[in-house]
């Protein structure tokens, strides 16, 4: 009898239980397979940007650019595993975000490596071009230094020589200028001598 009754509550426990395990594990699974299906679809629309951004795709209007990219990704061998539902979510991303992939193509952002590749080079050309001018300005500063200094030794010589000069004139002008004792005696001794004739 107590056999009956614990049999029976446990039955009546597993009855009430089971229902919302099962609700949370479809739950569960509903998850799992949402996700999954979200990294597919980012997986695919991954590579049909790359492919639109390499110029692959060439039909204008909306629906022969979803026809193409959902081809494209069928065709894909990393893709084939897929269902078509999200190939062509994926498609339609990718045809939504066709002008994004014209702005950022693999040519244009070639092109713009390119460009600031360039750049770089002529910074760093210039950044050279500047580092010798500053050698230069160097090298031009401490040779000015060194003839200022040779100029104001030069100058400091003359001036000193000029003084000295001063110093001497004084001394001979008055040597000059005093009178020499027996001058006029030897003013007088001194005879005229006539030109010699020649004899005939």
Known sequence: MFIQIGLTALILMLAFYLPANARMMALENNHRKFALNMHDIAQAYQMAHAADRGGLFMMSSEFDAVKERMGFLRQHP???????EILELAAQMSQISQELARTYSDA?????????QQRQEEIELFQQRLEEAQVIQNELRQWTRDVEMEETIARSQLTRLRDELFELLPELSTQLHTPRKNGASKASSVVAMSPLRPAE
């Open 78 to 84: 990393d893709l084939q595993s897929l269902e078509p």
């Open 108 to 116: 244009q952002v070639e092109r713009a490596r390119m460009f600031l």
